[in-house]
């Protein structure tokens, strides 16, 4: 068979699920949502490379994310376009040219397995283009302003799904006639329809969904405890043991860096000295996470010397530590710091700051605790030459927290 490539496509702005991240970035079980696709990818022995393609203003954040799960196959992150297709053109483009047949994935269908991929990877191998999907179970209405205009017969009605696949050829083709034309399909294999070449749909899995709001998370976390065979129940049934972690951080300012704190850029401000992005309440926060589960510090998961963590964001080193907790078998309950600083003012930030914490970790903004204060004129802080924070975090067993649904 010839060389296979797959393109995961996670640029899309997902406002439908009202995070403050792209839903590819949210925990899902031990992993970020996006990871659980690369995972298949990654295993697959029909896949040779892929790459990943995300907002261009994410692709730092993505490659930070990826870089503790020594991703053999990734092949790149690359900033996508304005729309799904200029996205996926834009992977094709920074797939290896020996790949010659494509498998285009959503990185918001978390729960493909092997069988599938595979499956429809061999398929096309043989037609040249192949789309997964499924059966419509329900009766399907055509409405128009309310009100049912037809029935159609739902026998030969599918649901497509990801990943779409074909021969590397047809894709490039098809995506330059779009270009050409000025045609924007709802899928790639729309705009391989358009060719007048035949498309042929590959029988998938109804667990094969895709994570587009809230409900889908908790839909997907369930389907994902009944693979691995764990219990699901509600929290409230067992009083989990508690532990707790305290962690400490410190940055000098200095001249020419944007200054992050929490995950949030603030403005018109001095940044500070540091190897990642220097997110002091980020880093003392992952610190009181791994202390918690009697870990090492965070300077031994991202070492100042390796070139990788160079200007890192930290928010997306905080996503990694949660997985790092979670292969331990806890996950956070609840987090609580204080930053002190003479400048700049924290106040009209801390909102943000809960926001992106709550959704890297999974966790409620309501158990995010951030306070900021002064140095009243003493000490470092006090003499305005860099920012402290200080931060607890209480974590439990992952299995405390599955929920029913």
Known sequence: MDKVGGIIAAAGRGERMGAPLNKAYLPLGDRPVLLHSLMTFESSGCVDAYVVVVPPSEVPFCRALLAPYGLRKLAGVVGGGAIRQESVAKGLQALPEACKLVAVHDGARPLLTEEVLEGAIRRAGAVGAVVVGVPVKDTVKVVEEKLIRETPDRSGLW?????????????????????????????????????GVPVEVYRGSYENIKVTTPGDLVQAEAILARRSGQEVRHAAQAAPPVRTGFGYDVHPFTPGRRLVLGGVEIPDSEGLAGHSDADVLLHALMDACLGAVGLRDIGHYFPPSEQRWKDAPSLALLAAVRGILAEAGYLVGQVDAVVAAERPRLAPYIDQMKERISAVLGIPPGAVGIKATTGEGLGFVGRGEGIAAWAVATVVPKQSLLHAF
């Open 159 to 195: 649901l497509a799904q990801t990943p779409q696949v074909f021969r590397r050829d047809l894709l490039a083709k098809a995506f330059a006639e779009a270009a050409r034309s000025g045609f924007k399909g709802t899928d790639d294999a729309s705009l391989v329809e358009r060719l």
